[in-house]
């Protein structure tokens, strides 16, 4: 794209301020620019005014295998579940694009130490709890990393320091994700650099189409795999490919599956698994209506009482049905570093969105979703922030409760 066009193409949407510095670049830097401004996804932007009352009408609550029901199946699940494993039709995918913005570390999440008087990373702690299972089913399944431009890089370099935390190297496979741009509350994309557009990752809903354009598909279809289990990298107990959960989800009959815990309180800030208009849909804490959330039943528990904690599975051949469809973005409200008046800004409160698509959106598309009653004290333990709620200290504590040193 040459000067002109880029001129006449942001003037037409009001996005001129990100030729401000164009004078002062050098003919590479200007390059860069109108190359980023070329591949622009400026439609994106339009977003900031979508509504997110559409997403949240004609909810109703979600039916679940309960803990006591799936105390009572345990055996014939996990049965079903090692089998699935041992007929190497189970993957993972770990999804580790994120920013971690409010842990503040400014390596990938993975690589941050949980460890108290040892060094254990939350990815070797993941890794162990992988483990646990492939030494009960026999066999390894393929691990699929999802990254971003960000943090490939050190994320790649930290598993081959660690030797593969002991895993099958030809078993591990790295994928990149897509970015979006980022902007300011009235919609003004950043510049992170004079000559760079503020490109974030475009939120962990990107992860199958990411992972087909890096070409991984082809091991899925070579392996022959049917199932993949869908994780994030914050929680330090994730149990992953449970086989009684890989097992209940198969006989279940659903095209996929979400652990869920019962929620704390009705503010809890964690996506809430329902129903809109009877199928099965994720509502996130913060668009989530006050008055539903904190709405009980006649039993005084809350009505919409199952949030999730990012674990799903998915069958491979309804994902693949549901490919052509869009998921919609959403807007994170999340602390930018921009440049302004020549300078860069490095803010520590949110000052514009960021756009992602969701996970969580995935699960509505799939049509059928059973949900997976786990207990909290074992299963989750998000490292989301510093200090307080989610955070390093609670997970620490919960890890120690599990019986691991730290
Ligand atoms: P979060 O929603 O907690 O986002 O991610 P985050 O970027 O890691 O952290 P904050 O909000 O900036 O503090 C939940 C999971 O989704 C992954 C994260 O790595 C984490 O496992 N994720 C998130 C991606 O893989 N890509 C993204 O673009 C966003």
Redesign the pocket.
Known sequence: MDFQSAKNFLSRHGQMHLLDYYEELTDEQRGILLNEIEKLNISVVENINSNAEERTGNLSPIPARSLDDIAINKKSYEEAGLKLLRENKVGAVL?????????GFDKP?GTFNIGITRKLSIFEQQMNNIKDVTSLAGRCFPLFI?T?DKNNGDTIAFFKENNYFGYPEDKIHFFI?DTEPACDFDGKIFLSEKHRIAL?????GG?YSSLISSGLDKVIRKEGIEWLNVY???NVLQRICDPAFLGATYLSGCACSSKVVKKTCAEEKVGVLCQQNGKPCIVEYYEMPAELASLRGGDGELVYRYGVI?NYLFNVGALDRTLSNKLPYHL?K?AVKHIKDGKLVEPTQPNGYKF?TLVVDMVKMMGSCLAYEVEREREFAPV?NKTGADSVESARALLIKNGVSL
């Open positions: 999804l580790a694009g994120g920013q971690g913005t409010r842990l999440k999802m971003s994700q974030s990752p475009n939120g962990n992860w994030g990298v914050d990012l994170a999340k992602e989301k």
